[in-house]
T-cell receptor, first 109, second 115 residues
Framework: RKEVEQDPGPFNVPEGATVAFNCTYSNSASQSFFWYRQDCRKEPKLLMSVYSSGNEDGRFTAQLNRASQYISLLIRDSKLSDSATYLCVVEGGGFKTIFGAGTRLFVKA | GAVVSQHPSRVICKSGTSVKIECRSLDFQATTMFWYRQFPKKSLMLMATSNEGSKATYEQGVEKDKFLINHASLTLSTLTVTSAHPEDSSFYIC???????????FGPGTRLLVL
């Protein structure tokens, strides 16, 4: 089993749609969780951290479920500019970082 | 802010040559920097963790004599791909972390093409 697993997609959605991605992780001792966004041929950029209480930033909502060992990202009112690959990132102690393979999202007009 | 730069952004070299890639944290001190490589349509693979003033910690399967890492100061780490081969062609990305924070800030990456 991979340490961090994501559905690679692609997810093809129309503008204005709501789309959700899930990511599962295998190490129950993992401490920090993030979603990164990566545009084609660019470096990843931090989208948001993920907390047990859930957190929201505008149209983006992230949730962590420690019991089931998964994190989720919800995007509401999708924009064309949301088209990208979304990387789930899990960190253990001491900056040990594991990246998921990414979920590709295409938002179409 | 937290800005990380990489140089060069793109390099083409002949097989057998060595290539040095620089990673700099421009507005903060980074005691730890990380080097990743990414193949097309694949996720980032951590190659090594670089700590200022000490030897880098390499991930399993990464040849330390092939990928030389130096972290001589709190703002600069270098990755040297020695005796490059076509299979070393990839997108190399560095990241740096601020002391006490878990968030990593990524450089823009370096595209290496070995002919």
């Amino acid at each position: 089993r991979k340490e961090v697993e994501q559905d690679p997609g692609p997810f093809n959605v129309p503008e204005g749609a709501t789309v959700a991605f899930n990511c599962t992780y295998s190490n129950s001792a993992s401490q920090s969780f993030f979603w990164y966004r990566q545009d084609c041929r660019k470096e990843p950029k931090l989208l948001m951290s993920v907390y047990s209480s859930g957190n929201e930033d505008g149209r983006f909502t992230a949730q962590l479920n420690r019991a089931s060992q998964y994190i989720s990202l919800l995007i509401r009112d999708s924009k064309l500019s949301d088209s990208a690959t979304y990387l789930c990132v899990v960190e253990g102690g001491g900056f040990k970082t594991i990246f998921g393979a990414g979920t590709r999202l295409f938002v179409k007009a | 802010g937290a800005v990380v730069s990489q140089h060069p952004s793109r390099v083409i070299c002949k097989s057998g040559t060595s290539v040095k890639i620089e990673c700099r944290s421009l507005d903060f001190q980074a005691t730890t920097m990380f080097w990743y490589r990414q193949f097309p349509k694949k996720s980032l693979m951590l190659m090594a963790t670089s700590n200022e003033g000490s030897k880098a910690t390499y991930e399993q399967g990464v040849e330390k004599d092939k990928f030389l890492i130096n972290h001589a100061s709190l703002t600069l780490s270098t990755l040297t791909v020695t005796s490059a081969h076509p299979e070393d062609s990839s997108f190399y990305i560095c990241s740096a972390g601020k002391q006490g924070y878990q968030t990593q800030y990524f450089g823009p990456g370096t595209r290496l093409l070995v002919l």
